[in-house]
């Protein structure tokens, strides 16, 4: 593999590890959706983020918004979109579908409109949109990578120090609160990590494939197993084994590499379905034989 290609690999490795982590608890808690919603008000960020970045350009500033503040502006989107869904679910009214549901579309819409509008005035076509849908990993650069390993390794770092608390709840939100587990602080976390990994795998696979690197991982692991442990190792195991297989993949049959990555792990995925299927029957019949 070419020595420019590794930034992209190895951004991809670092993302597939904390996607794969965070992948365990939004199946368990089924939080896919609210996944989705918040990969699509990442599109609205990076349209907020161009918007600045123009804004800057045009008063003689700078020469742009640098990268890594076009990260945070992102990230903030996504985080305020995020505890807004969690918010207002919370307070009733309305279903979390629906919130989750007005929140995508609203943010889809904002982006699109204030993408178009940054690159009128710069006289471009600006990113393509495939690139920002579906990422551009091959583009990478090391920059690149050092961000997606510190914020990587942050979010596993605070799921390790508050992993008792937030499993707790994970496992039964109704109990905790009376074990001194505040269900509000443990929602607030999940939603800012979820943010981070988010934002951050945008890189990766964009903005319409980013829910399914949290997705499949996990949802493969549990068909495999119901022990934690297991099931978050499992995830990990699939979450980099899908990388670097649609990696492969993609440099064999020259697809891009963020529907590469998430048709191996949806295949991954069907494997691990199948083999469940079949170990469930087996057991049927043998417990009937018995």
Same mark, same amino acid.
């Given at each position: 593999?070419?020595?420019?290609?590794?930034?992209?690999?190895?951004?991809?490795?670092?993302?597939?590890?904390?996607?794969?982590?965070?992948?365990?608890?939004?199946?368990? %808690?089924?939080?896919?959706?609210?996944?989705?919603?918040?990969?699509? #008000?990442?599109? &609205?960020?990076?349209?907020? #983020?161009?918007?600045?970045?123009?804004?800057?350009?045009?008063?003689?500033?700078?020469? !742009?918004?640098?990268?890594?503040?076009?990260? &945070?502006?992102?990230?903030?989107?996504?985080?305020?979109?995020?505890?807004?869904?969690?918010?207002?679910?919370?307070?009733? &009214?309305?279903?979390?579908?629906?919130?989750?549901?007005?929140?995508?579309?609203?943010?889809?819409? $904002? =982006?699109?409109?204030?993408?178009?509008?940054?690159?009128?005035?710069? !006289?471009? =076509?600006?990113?393509? /949109?495939?690139?920002?849908?579906? =990422?551009? $990993?091959?583009?990478?650069? /090391?920059?690149? +990578?050092?961000?997606?390993?510190?914020?990587?390794?942050?979010?596993?770092?605070? $799921?390790?120090?508050?992993?008792?608390?937030?499993?707790?709840?994970?496992?039964?939100?109704?109990?905790?609160?009376?074990? &001194?587990?505040?269900?509000? #602080?443990? %929602?607030? +976390?999940?939603?800012?990590?979820?943010?981070?990994?988010?934002?951050?795998?945008? %890189?990766?696979?964009?903005?319409?494939?980013?829910?399914?690197?949290?997705?499949?991982? !996990? #949802?493969?692991?549990?068909?495999?197993?119901?022990?934690?442990?297991?099931? $978050?190792?499992?995830?990990?195991?699939? =979450?980099?084994?899908?990388?670097?297989? !649609?990696?492969?993949?993609?440099?064999?049959?020259?697809?891009?590499?963020?529907?590469?990555?998430?048709?191996?792990?949806?295949?991954?995925?069907?494997?691990?379905?199948?083999?469940?299927?079949?170990?469930?029957?087996?057991?049927?019949?043998?417990?009937?034989?018995?």
């Amino acid at each position: 593999m070419r020595a420019i290609f590794l930034p992209g690999v190895l951004t991809g490795v670092a993302i597939a590890i904390v996607c794969s982590c965070l992948s365990v608890l939004v199946v368990l %808690k089924r939080l896919s959706f609210i996944g989705q919603g918040v990969s699509h #008000a990442a599109f &609205g960020g990076m349209g907020v #983020a161009a918007v600045i970045d123009l804004a800057i350009v045009n008063m003689g500033i700078a020469s !742009g918004l640098p990268a890594l503040g076009q990260l &945070g502006v992102v990230l903030l989107f996504c985080l305020v979109a995020a505890l807004a869904i969690a918010g207002l679910s919370d307070r009733g &009214g309305e279903s979390a579908d629906t919130i989750i549901g007005i929140v995508l579309v609203a943010s889809m819409t $904002l =982006g699109a409109l204030l993408l178009h509008v940054s690159f009128q005035h710069r !006289g471009t =076509g600006g990113p393509s /949109w495939e690139s920002i849908l579906f =990422g551009s $990993l091959m583009g990478l650069a /090391w920059h690149d +990578t050092l961000i997606a390993g510190v914020v990587s390794l942050g979010v596993v770092a605070t $799921l390790w120090a508050v992993r008792r608390p937030l499993l707790f709840w994970a496992f039964d939100e109704q109990a905790a609160p009376a074990f &001194g587990v505040s269900d509000r #602080a443990m %929602k607030v +976390t999940l939603m800012v990590l979820l943010c981070l990994a988010i934002v951050t795998s945008m %890189k990766l696979a964009g903005v319409v494939l980013a829910t399914a690197i949290l997705v499949l991982p !996990g #949802a493969t692991a549990l068909r495999l197993s119901d022990r934690f442990n297991v099931v $978050l190792t499992i995830s990990v195991l699939v =979450g980099v084994l899908g990388v670097l297989g !649609g990696l492969v993949m993609s440099f064999e049959m020259d697809w891009p590499p963020g529907p590469g990555i998430v048709a191996m792990q949806t295949m991954i995925y069907a494997v691990a379905r199948a083999f469940n299927v079949i170990s469930g029957v087996r057991r049927r019949r043998m417990v009937s034989a018995a």
